[in-house]
């Protein structure tokens, strides 16, 4: 995909009034499963790689490895092949002093890779330490070059900046994505301190886009890291706001969601005899006997999973009691059949969702349980006496 096929479809996302999503990764599976999801554009950086390692992504800044080499290899072979669809970044270490940059860029091109980002970037350093790279040559600069020279061979180009200044030298180099970097992404704050920092973050940011929108009001402004670890704080940091138009993640999409789902799934296992006996999974495979009678069974089982395909003889063979006994049981306790039951939840449940104004009638038909629009039109007439667009229509007249 090139640079204009790319941008084309960021601007066409942004006219839809979506958002535009990248995922910084190191490992395939992650690649895979974000572009299948809708990432617009797979990162490659090195501090993914180490975060499949178990280290931190501080680890991308220490002398470990060369960052070229590991984004080249691990990316080439296990990403690049992998997602065809969606573009994928190099994460190029512009201040490597063993390459010459116009002619590894064109490397990076020939390779697959639809673009390229200044990662590691000196922004991320400060102090003593910074000026001491600077005097030596190790500066912000070279990333900006490498910047522009990958906008001249026609690649797709993401800039990591940390003030105005930086944001206007990466505009004037090319960079179609101007994404302000946060710091790294910041763990343990709760509370109060969360939206102070929140705050802060999204402060910073507009002060780097105001600058973007005197000198090129159109280029796309994303932003990345800090104290914006989970959709919720990227949707404050969206809120009141026309300029933020996308969200980058490394450890947001990669390391925080494994860390969690790995802990919660090791400690199920681990504590196999003490699970939760609320938990309905558990009283379906332990016996429904033990905890309540057949009927409220079926009733609970239908409330959990109306939205979903329910067969009635599945839940007799769960029961562990023929299908005529259970349907029996059920019409003399409720007083219909199980059929016509689940028809007056479902078209229950659909009215209710009816209320949500943003919701389309095909999208309420499928909530409850009806991917076919056209039967659940017939169905929802029946029982509610008018149709699904006039039982809406007599909701907003009420109001």
Partial sequence: MNRTAILERLHSQLHEGNHIIGVSTGTGITAKVAAQSGADFILMLNSGKFRQMGRSSLAGFLPFCNSNDMVMDFAS??????????????????????????????????????????????????????????????????????????????????????????????????????????????????????????????????????????????????????????????????????????????????????????????????????????????????????HYDYVEFVKEYVAQNYSDEVVFADLAKVAHVSRSYLSSLFKKEVGCSFQAYLVNFRINKAATLLQAPQLQLSEVAAMAGYPDYAQFSKMFKKLKGCSPKRYRSNLNTKT
Wanted: charged letters at 25%.
């Fill in 77 to 290: 072979r296990e990403i690049v092949p992998l997602v065809r669809d969606t573009p994928v970044l190099f994460g190029l270490n512009a201040n490597d002093p063993t390459r010459e940059m116009a002619g590894y860029i064109k490397d990076i091109k020939d390779r697959g890779f639809a673009g390229v980002n200044n990662y590691p970037t000196v922004g991320l350093i400060d102090g003593l330490f910074r000026e001491a790279l600077e005097e030596d040559g190790i500066s912000y600069d070279k990333e900006v070059e490498a910047i522009r020279l990958a906008h001249r061979q026609e690649l797709f180009t993401v800039a990591f900046v940390f003030d105005e200044f930086q944001a206007v030298q990466m505009l004037e180099a090319g960079a179609d994505v101007i994404c302000a970097h946060l710091g790294l992404t910041e763990g343990g704050l709760l509370g109060a301190r969360k939206v102070v920092s929140l705050e802060a973050a999204k402060a910073k940011a507009l002060r780097i886009f105001v600058a973007c929108g005197q000198l090129k009001p159109d280029v796309i402004k994303m932003i990345y890291g800090g104290p914006v670890k989970t959709p919720v704080d990227v949707q404050y940091m969206y809120s009141n706001n026309t300029q933020i138009m996308g969200y980058i993640g490394g450890s947001a999409f990669e390391r925080i969601p494994s860390e969690q789902s790995l802990t919660a799934i090791t400690r199920d296992f681990k504590r196999l005899g003490k699970l939760n006996e609320d938990d309905f999974m558990v009283k379906m495979l332990s016996g429904i006997t033990r």
